[in-house]
């Protein structure tokens, strides 16, 4: 088993219903959740070893309302604090403090703390991350050990109420010493993280993970305005993302997903840059175009007609869109994180979520699963739970952006694209290469056999005060 054994890849091509948009039943669509939740406490036992899994489908769980004590969940949020002292790989980071942050126990806090600033640390010069991030030396493992071990003994006499408030948010001179340190020492040496490689998926990732950590007192704004350099310059003419975050003239071409994936970054760093308590300098992401153009080609993909795959419409359940990598539910998240932190009901006029769940409604297996190319791991069900739910990790984002940003509409940019900066009402409309789906050539994939080795750079627990 690998380390980042997220799912086992199906052998064959993954063939998804896409019936006629129309509006869509709430009775259905909580039917369906029901279901899938049925599932993954049933299977949630399976994952225990695989902390990125685990930490996905517990989360997916508290998102569909399962309380954090229940024994469906309570031992995995356990799993993943015990994981997370060592715990180097960036999908794995990203989603345990997603977790943590989302059961809300002040003990986990010095947790995030760490995970954070280890994903600070895998980040590389252009910008962004691959697989793994540097480890943390012996000092600091003994002394999350001592705490994860002090709060074990805490929670055993006093179990965590249902409902824990999270501490007022913090600012760098409220961290611990150590960390406080460690961020120090990161902050100069930013961009050496890694070996140069990486890809936008575990970038989208990381992002979300550290705007989390950003919640807790973490210096991550440098970071963030890194990322957001990476993906303006990275953005291609049609206004998307690839996989690998290169450029149009080196062959790359604009993925569904991380198209997505750059959209995120985009609102991010809008956040960041209106969260500085300087009203003239606030950001307005309605002006930005570059926004704009992701969320124009991402309206290419909703609500895609049958026709254009060869397989004409005939109701209902009925017309097929053959997914060769199996990936259109991990695009369907991605989607949705996006217009959930924007606050966008349409996306280019369309009814994103509309589209969305009658694509899930119409692939539910009987068991209550989703399964593509992450099925075997229980992810693709968590993917399209989070869509049902319509999860929003960064609810304060959405709040920091405001009802600034409009859809879009039928407005398509110029010849040109994003590099002219220009966008007008023409109808020549650029499209997605592959709706629904990345790139096959592309590797867009959680478990690619090339994934990049962890840094040799170890972080220290502490170092000399200058």
């Known amino acids: 088993m690998?380390?980042?054994?997220?799912?086992?890849?199906?052998?064959?091509?993954?063939v998804l219903v896409n019936p006629p948009v129309q509006a869509v039943d709430q009775a259905e669509i909580d039917k369906?959740?029901?279901?899938?939740?049925?599932?993954?406490?049933?299977?949630?036992?399976?994952?225990q070893g695989d902390p990125g899994?685990?930490?996905?489908a517990a989360l997916t769980l508290l998102e569909c309302g399962v309380d954090p004590t229940d024994p469906s969940v309570a031992p995995s949020i356990q799993s993943v604090r015990e994981a997370s002292v060592s715990m180097t790989q960036t999908y794995n980071l990203a989603l345990a403090i997603l977790l943590l942050d989302r059961v809300g126990d002040p003990g986990d806090v010095a947790l995030i703390e760490s995970m954070a600033i280890r994903l600070m640390a895998g980040q590389n010069a252009q910008g962004y991350w691959s697989y793994n991030c540097p480890s943390i030396d012996q000092g600091e493992v003994r002394r999350l050990s001592?705490?994860?071990q002090q709060q074990n003994d805490i929670r055993t006499k006093k179990p965590l109420p249902k409902e824990t408030p999270l501490p007022k948010k913090r600012a760098f001179k409220d961290l611990p010493r150590e960390i406080q340190q460690q961020a120090v020492m990161v902050n100069r040496l930013r961009g050496r993280g890694g070996n140069g490689g990486g890809d936008n998926s575990n970038t989208q990732f990381a992002t979300l993970g550290l705007w989390v950590?950003?919640?807790?007192?973490?210096?991550?704004?440098?970071?963030?305005?890194?990322?957001?350099?990476?993906?303006?310059?990275?953005?291609?003419?049609?206004?998307?993302?690839?996989?690998?975050?290169?450029?149009?003239?080196?062959?790359?071409?604009?993925?569904?997903?991380?198209?997505?994936?750059?959209?995120l970054a985009l609102a991010v760093s809008h956040g960041v840059a209106n969260d500085q308590g300087v009203k003239k300098v606030m950001r307005d992401p309605a002006k930005d175009n570059a926004l704009k153009a992701g969320l124009l080609l991402l309206g290419t993909v909703i609500g895609h007609p049958l026709e254009a795959f060869g397989k004409p419409a005939r109701g209902r359940n009925r017309g097929l869109i053959p997914q060769a990598d199996g990936k259109a539910f991990y695009f369907l998240w991605s989607m949705e994180r996006v217009a959930v932190a924007l606050n966008l009901k349409t996306i280019a006029k369309k009814d994103w979520y509309a589209w969305g769940a009658e694509v899930l409604l119409a692939n539910q297996n009987p068991d209550g699963s989703w399964q593509g190319a992450y099925g075997g791991s229980g992810a693709d069900t968590c993917f399209a739970l989070l869509f049902l739910r319509r999860a929003n990790f960064a609810r304060d984002l959405t709040a920091s952006l405001g009802n600034k940003l409009q859809d879009p509409g039928d407005i398509t940019l110029k010849t040109g694209g994003v590099g002219g900066g220009a966008i007008t009402g023409n109808k020549e409309k650029a499209t997605l290469k592959d709706p629904l789906a990345a790139d096959p050539t592309a590797k867009e994939d959680m478990n690619d056999k090339?994934?990049?080795?962890?840094s040799p750079v170890t972080i220290p627990s502490a170092m000399p005060d200058t």
């Open 2 to 14: 690998t380390r980042l054994h997220w799912a086992l890849l199906s052998l064959g091509a993954l």
């Open 32 to 47: 369906a959740v029901e279901l899938g939740v049925t599932y993954l406490k049933r299977t949630q036992g399976a994952r």
């Open 53 to 56: 899994p685990v930490a996905l």
């Open 146 to 148: 001592t705490h994860l």
């Open 213 to 263: 950590a950003r919640r807790h007192g973490l210096p991550v704004d440098d970071s963030l305005r890194m990322v957001e350099a990476h993906f303006r310059m990275t953005q291609h003419p049609d206004g998307g993302w690839d996989y690998w975050g290169g450029t149009m003239k080196r062959g790359g071409h604009s993925t569904a997903t991380m198209t997505c994936a750059g959209l």
């Open 450 to 454: 090339r994934r990049t080795t962890a």
